[in-house]
Every structure is written in C-alpha cells, then in structure tokens.
C-alpha cells in the first residue's frame, strides 16, 4: 500500500495544506472538501513519508464520533458519501473514498480546546516542575500516568503551521476569545471528553487527553447575526488523541499507546530536539524519514484503536 501523501486534485482550488488535511473550495459556497492524506507530524513537524491508509483511518474514526457524540455540540460534518458531493468532487473518488468529507464552512476559533484526564505528556512535564498543569494548581504527590482528581480544560494556542503550539491558562484564554465562547468551549469540550472518556473504557481503551476544535457558523435559529458553536476538524483520533490500553495499565510510568506517541519516542530516540525540526543535527534541510518499521507499527496501533472504539 503507498500512502497518498499529498492529492491531486486539478479542477478544485485547494484553499491549504495542513498537517494532515488538504482543504478545497468546492461549488457550494456554504460547504469545504476536507481530505485526511496520509501525513502524519509530531511535534509540530510533519515526516517526509506517511502512514499508507492512515488518513481513512482518521476518518473512520471521527465519523463514529461525530455520530456518537452529535446531541452534545453541532459539528461541521455533512456527508462522506462522494456520490452526494458536488459534481466537481465526483471524478476524483478514486482517490478521495474513505478519507474525505464534505464540511460546513466555520470561522474557525482560535484555540486548540485540550481536555486533560490523566497526568501524561507536557501536563506531566509541569506538573514535575511547579506541581500545576497550565497554571492550574493540582494536589501534590500525583504521579505519571495517574488518573486526575477530575478532568482538566487545558487550552492551548493555535500556531500556524511550522510552529509550536503554546500551553495557555485559562484566563488568557478567555481573553484571547472572549469570556462567553470560552465558557461555551469548556463546557463542551468536558462534556465531549467525559462521554467519550466513559464509552471508550468500555471497549478497554483509556481516553487519556484529547484536542479538540471549534467554529463558529451563523445561527439558523437567530433573526440577529448570532453565531452557534460547532465542533470542526477532526474528533477522538489517535492524531488529536492519547489512547492507551486498559490491560496492564499501570500508574507511574509511561504506557503503551495507540496513537502516535510510539512515533514521538522513535523520532527523540533517533535524535530529534526543538530547533532540528527540518531535520537531524547537520542534515538540516532534509527533513525527517520515518523507518519502515514505525511506519509499520504505527498504522497497527492506529488501526487497533479504530478497531476496538468502533467494533
């Protein structure tokens, strides 16, 4: 299988190139095409090779969600079928089946929405350092891994590509967005967490942290300019997500995953550091190539995690 890194797509204008996500125009001006290639990055750097089937995967998994968790917050999801998309969309299903969907147009918050349930990752980090996790205090003598007294929002900035996202409290955050979207985010952002975090440790999966995102449409309810809160970009996969597995879960150590932090410790383990994201110590400029065994091992756990959540 050779992973589809990067469509082709002539008679669509492509709007932008994410991460993960080509974003086109399409005929409909209330709708966008989003395409799940299958890049993949960590921390902040996308891999010059991809995952094969990675980005249907994605996809899959944020359809089950967004079904799933549909009668907690909107969401910009309208049809996966290529059939139903608009005509121009249509001659490229070969290419787009399984890994594209047609979305309503947002304008997007700018604010990655972090929902944090046990103490791992960066959240760990600091919590090392000044026994708080985004400024928030927590109770001392927590330790890796551990289950957090109760959820944590813990937002983050929305860097343009090729940058760092940056770890804010809560109340810059509210002042980067304004108090009310903030509260409407937390509160969903929570709620979405909590129901998800539940459902999947019945299927023998931990929900550790997700992220999430956000956007504004206008209000088809509202004779104002109201706006309505929807859930946009992806939700719960294991790109945006940390999912361990319940078996042999053990509080102060690491854990094994199935997302991408098996990728993450491959590429510190072969060298990589902030300031080397365009490639290793004296190759600058060449990017970083994932082995074809994480490749490998990354798509199983990937695929397992899909598995075991939508079975």
């Known amino acids: 299988m050779i992973a589809l890194t990067e469509t082709n797509l002539p008679d669509l204008t ?3 190139r994410g991460k993960v996500r080509d974003v086109y125009s ?8 989003f395409v799940a290639t299958d890049r993949i990055s960590a921390y902040d750097v996308i891999l010059r090779n991809g995952i094969p089937g990675k980005g249907k995967l ?3 998994i944020s359809l089950f969600w967004f079904s799933k968790l549909g009668h907690i917050i909107p969401n910009h999801f309208v ?3 290529i059939d139903e998309m608009p005509e121009e969309v249509r001659k490229y299903k070969d290419q787009l089946d399984g890994r594209a969907m047609l979305v309503k147009k947002a304008k997007v918050v700018p604010l990655e929405a972090i929902v944090r349930g046990y103490l791992t990752g960066s959240a760990w980090s600091e919590y090392k350092r000044s026994g708080t996790v985004h400024g928030i205090p927590l109770p001392p003598g927590l330790i890796e891994s551990q289950q957090l007294p109760e959820p944590l929002f813990t ?3 929305k860097a343009e590509q090729g940058a760092h996202d940056e770890n804010i409290s809560p109340e810059k955050a509210s002042k980067l967005i304004g108090e009310s979207i903030y509260a409407q985010i937390s509160q969903a952002a929570l709620k979405l ?5 539940a459902f999947s440790h019945s299927k023998g999966v931990i929900l550790a942290d997700t992220k999430f995102e ?7 309810t509202s004779l104002t300019n109201e706006e309505t809160l929807i859930l946009v970009d992806e939700l719960l996969t294991p790109d945006s997500s940390r999912y361990w597995p319940l078996k042999g879960y053990e509080v102060g150590k690491s854990q094994p995953s199935f997302d991408k932090q098996y990728l993450r410790d491959w590429l510190v383990g072969v060298g990589f550091r902030k300031g ?15 082995d074809s065994s994480v490749v490998e091992g990354t798509r199983d756990r990937y695929a397992e995690a899909v598995k075991l959540l939508t079975s």
Do not use: N
């Open 193 to 197: 967490y909590s129901e998800a975090a």
């Open 79 to 81: 049809t996966a079928d």
């Open 155 to 157: 937002p983050s900035t």
């Open 214 to 220: 956000f956007g504004l449409v206008p209000s088809t």
């Open 26 to 33: 399409t005929s409909s001006p209330e709708h966008l095409l």
């Open 14 to 16: 492509l709007l932008s």
């Open 276 to 290: 080397l994201e365009r490639g290793k110590e004296g190759e600058e400029g060449h990017g970083w190539t994932i």
């Open 58 to 60: 994605l996809t899959q």
